[in-house]
């Protein structure tokens, strides 16, 4: 060897190399535990999916089930109602001492919507025992046994006692007619004896009357007895135990005889403290039913017309802006009881919605609005102001002490320039047609109006022959979008001559003349100060 190594020369090198393996498996390591750790983070993310994909799944699957239960639950409920057909309708009135019928249409809303309640209905009084057989009649398709029966309308609703009808007269929610068809055949009041009978019953029940009797006999007792059979819609419970009634009703005074109203709503607990007689605890009742703000359906739209209370005040909103509005329209509705009642319709309900705003002139607004009608005297009234509380509050005050203007509707005030038959608004009746010192022919119509059409070319063709008579103006206006105090049409189309002198008593012409023949009676009742043209009409 021309050149042998050192030692220390060997030495550095094999430090070197040394040294470069082991940066060498450290880079490696590095890089497979970063790949180590890159591959765990995907599978946690992928274990995450499947997990959540899993809940989606057994979240779907319960809803299913769900649906699938309640589907089944009204299936065995509507099994238990009897289907009536041509063939078997007398048989079974006729075989059977007690009998409730539901005349139904299968494209009828009300129809739809009642049929599950009675479906329920009829498990229940099942489930109680109850002799009375439920049934049902698709009236379209049977009108012969729908005629017999005397089903007029749909939904209807019939009971047959030895074959005899009578009409129903009760809520449509399941637990209404259990109540009332119960209180028809035999049992208007439960009796409720035991601490865990009275708990059962609050499970079940959310509204009803206690009654606490130190014996179940005796003038008072025989009252009650007498208004829960007439009373129709409500369930009436008796107990002889404090304790049991202390359950029912917590605020309870009394030990021997009391009575009183439970209701699902703030205000829970109503005392009765008048004598025990049978129509005082039914006005009682009356005057008590109805929580603080009820919420109009078409099913309870019947108790709440024929109600005593005949102030209603009814505020349309969207849901969620009721939501914010409930609480305090409740805090204002507590300083009117048994004076105004308070009602909600969803404004984005047309068929629950529309019919009211129609009466305003507001069918379009989308926006909360409250009204009111006094369904004695047939007026309406509407808050002109933002629906506040206060305001609303205002607003029921004027209502009740008759100091708010009824509202009549009215369209916007038109453009009658030029205009040879002027249109008359609700806005404009008194200065054109009242307060003109002028004679003024009025036509006044419809659109939805037949002959309506015909008239309206009559009054156009006499404004053209009258045109050049100062004194006369003719006009129209549309009893559709207008209304005005002095102005009580009922028949369309009417023509009115407002003579100038006497404005409150318009002579009414007939529409089924000629054109002559009213030309003939204006120049009979008009005196014109100027010759008349004599065109031909």
Aim: charged share 25%; hydrophobic share 40%.
């Amino acid at each position: 060897m021309l050149f042998p190594q050192k030692p220390t020369s060997t030495f550095l090198l094999l430090t070197l190399t040394l040294l470069l393996l082991v940066s060498f498996a450290i880079n490696i390591n590095a890089s497979d535990s970063t790949s180590a750790e890159d591959d765990f983070d995907d599978l946690e993310q992928l274990l995450a999916l499947d997990e959540q994909e899993d809940q989606q799944q057994q979240g779907q699957e319960q809803e299913f089930s769900n649906r699938f239960s309640e589907a089944e639950v009204l299936s065995k409920a509507q099994r238990i109602v009897l289907e009536l057909n041509s063939d078997n309708s007398k048989r079974v009135i006729d075989e059977n001492e007690l009998v409730m019928v539901l005349g139904y249409a299968p494209w009828c809303v009300r129809s739809a919507e009642l049929m599950p309640q009675f479906a329920e209905a009829a498990t229940s009084l099942k489930e109680l025992g109850s002799p009375l057989l439920m049934a049902k009649l698709d009236a379209e398709r049977y009108p012969k046994v729908a005629s017999l029966l005397d089903i007029k309308g749909f939904p209807t609703l019939l009971l047959f006692v030895n074959g005899t009808s009578q009409a129903y007269t009760g809520g449509f929610s399941a637990e209404e007619i259990v109540i009332w068809a119960r209180k028809k055949t035999g049992v208007p009041v439960i009796r409720i004896s035991t601490v865990t009978e009275a708990e059962e019953f609050l499970k079940k029940h959310q509204m009803f009357v206690i009654g606490l009797f130190e014996k179940f006999e005796g003038p008072d007792y025989e009252s009650f007895i007498k208004a829960a059979t007439s009373d129709n819609e409500i369930q009436f419970v008796e107990t002889s135990s404090i304790e049991v009634a202390k359950v029912l009703y917590p605020d309870i005074k009394a030990t021997n005889l009391f009575l009183g109203i439970v209701k699902n709503e703030p205000e829970r607990y109503t005392v009765y403290e008048g004598t025990f007689e049978t129509e005082s605890i039914l006005q009682f009742l009356d005057y008590n039913k109805f929580p603080l703000v009820t919420k109009l359906t078409e099913l309870n739209s019947v108790r709440v017309y024929s109600s005593p209370i005949k102030l209603q005040v009814y505020v349309f909103a969207k849901a969620d802006d009721f939501k914010t509005l409930l609480e305090p329209l409740q805090d204002v509705a507590r300083k009117f009881t048994k004076k105004v009642m308070f009602m909600y319709i969803d404004i984005m309900d047309e068929n629950l919605a529309k019919p009211f705003l129609t009466l305003f002139g507001l069918e379009e607004a989308k926006n909360t609005l409250v009204t009111a009608f006094d369904n004695k005297g047939s007026s309406k009234f509407l808050l002109q102001s933002d629906p506040t509380p206060s305001n609303i509050e205002e607003f029921c005050s004027g209502l009740q002490h008759g100091s708010i203007s009824t509202y009549f509707k009215s369209q916007p005030i038109p453009d009658n320039k030029n205009a040879s038959v002027l249109a008359v608004v609700g806005k404009t009746f008194d200065d054109l047609v009242l307060n003109s010192p002028k004679n003024v022919l009025l036509e006044v119509y419809t659109p939805w109006c037949i002959n309506c059409e015909t008239t309206s070319k009559q009054v156009e063709k006499l404004a053209k022959h009258f045109k050049g008579v100062h004194n006369l103006v003719f006009a129209k206006i549309d009893a559709s979008a207008n209304e005005h105090p002095k102005l009580q049409v009922d028949d369309y189309p009417t023509l009115l001559l407002y003579k100038a002198g006497d404005k409150n008593n318009p002579i009414k012409l007939s529409t089924k003349s000629g054109s002559k023949e009213l030309a003939a009676f204006i120049n009979k009742h008009v005196r014109t100060k100027d010759q008349v043209a004599k065109d031909e009409l």
